[in-house]
């Protein structure tokens, strides 16, 4: 009975409106029948109910929905963001899920975030973000589409490049762990790690200056320096000699020098030669490394005339071949010194003629001139082969 008395009182107020305003009729009709207070949100639209309704055009109440709400209205165009991305949003209508006149207080948005579908965003949680709490990423006060996405602007404090990197953190890092890094070094730079490289700290090469994040590739850079025992006098070309696989097992080969090592040279320790780590300054004369103890300079320093690699005192000298005075007889026995006494290199020419070593043996005393050997032989000086 009391709805029949309101209902009357309504159409008697009706009834008394001036014929000529029916729009400001149909809006204290309006205002008289809304069901509750609009929320927070909407509350200065509630002076007048045709922002957001039409009359009698119930259909025509999305489109002005939309008209304030331009995101959602290209989002839905776009078929991107939530209301993009499910289909049953258009099919539904705005008032499907949020409900208005509920009060001040009223929860339009109505998003349970237990049950919400990331997936339908246009940023899927994926790895470790699925395990993140809301707020982490949605900031108070900001709309939820709001939220970044870039990983560098939840990152950034975490970034131990500082930058220097850029901020494609996701070409290295990926959601399912921070730490473990999908960057691989030997195809995403020019320098593959190989050997030892593959066990030495990234630190240990980058050393976290941002000048320095694109790493010199020259063995130097890092192995140079007070670390290298050449002084630089070799180069900055280490792999010439040097691998990664270690670093003190030498690759160099001398046969590609000026000097193969040959015979006793090549079982000789590096340092019995090179003196300094000034490889290139080793002078390669013999008689820079053998001391001529023997001949004290009397012969030169061409060594190599008469010796070899092989076996040093094995002598290939042959007096027959290398001089004009072939050794015979007693002369093959006789030691070097008895006929070379002198040390002065202008007399190792000595002369030939017999009476050049045997004239204090000469019991002729010159009577029979100085041509010894038309009587004498080197078999035997006591001996005179005297013709006719």
């Known amino acids: 009975m009391g709805w029949r008395i309101f209902l009357l009182g309504l159409l008697v107020v009706v009834a008394g409106l001036p014929l000529g305003r029916p729009a400001e009729a149909a809006s204290i009709f309006e205002k008289l029948v809304m069901p509750g207070e609009l929320s927070k949100a909407h509350a ?49 209508g705005c008032k499907h899920c949020h409900v208005e006149h509920i009060g001040r207080d ?28 809301c707020a982490g990423c949605h900031a108070a006060g900001k709309t939820h589409r709001e939220a970044p996405q870039a990983c560098n602007d939840c990152h950034a404090k975490a970034d131990v490049h500082k930058g220097t990197l850029g901020t494609a953190c996701a070409s290295c890092h990926s959601t399912a762990s921070w730490k473990q890094v999908a960057f691989n070094h030997d195809t995403d730079t020019k320098f593959p790690l190989t050997g030892g490289h593959r066990k030495t700290p990234c630190a240990e090469c980058h050393k976290g200056d941002p000048k320095t994040v694109k790493t010199s590739m020259a063995c130097a850079a890092c192995h140079g320096g007070a670390k290298d025992p050449h002084k630089g006098t070799l180069g900055p070309s280490c792999q010439a000699c040097h691998g990664t696989d270690d670093w003190k097992k030498v690759l160099f080969d001398h046969d590609q020098t000026p000097f193969p090592l040959i015979g006793k040279h090549a079982k000789a320790a590096c340092a019995g030669c090179h003196k300094s780590q000034d490889f290139k300054a080793t002078p390669t ?44 007889g007693k002369h093959a026995a006789t030691a070097c010194t008895a006929c070379h006494k002198e040390r002065n290199p202008a007399t190792l020419k ?39």
């Open 44 to 92: 200065k639209l509630e002076s007048e109910c045709n922002n957001c309704h039409k009359a009698f055009a119930k259909q025509a109440q999305d489109d002005l929905c939309l008209g304030c709400h331009k995101p959602i209205a290209a989002d839905i165009a776009a078929r991107s963001g939530f209301h993009g991305k499910r289909k049953d949003v258009a099919a539904s």
């Open 350 to 388: 000595l002369p030939t003629r017999c009476i050049a070593c045997h004239k204090s043996e000469d019991v002729h005393h010159g009577a029979y001139g100085s041509d010894c050997a038309k009587c004498h032989r080197a078999t035997t000086w006591k001996t005179a082969y005297i013709k006719g």
């Open 106 to 133: 009223g929860d339009i948005m109505r998003l349970d975030a237990e049950t919400f579908d990331h997936a339908f965003t246009d940023y899927a949680l994926t790895g470790a973000h699925g395990k993140v709490a």
């Open 285 to 328: 004369a013999c008689a820079s490394c053998h001391d001529d103890k023997h001949h004290e300079g009397r012969l030169g320093t061409d060594c190599a005339s008469c010796h070899n690699a092989v076996d040093w005192k094995k002598v290939r000298f042959d007096h027959a071949r290398d001089t004009s005075f072939a050794l015979t």
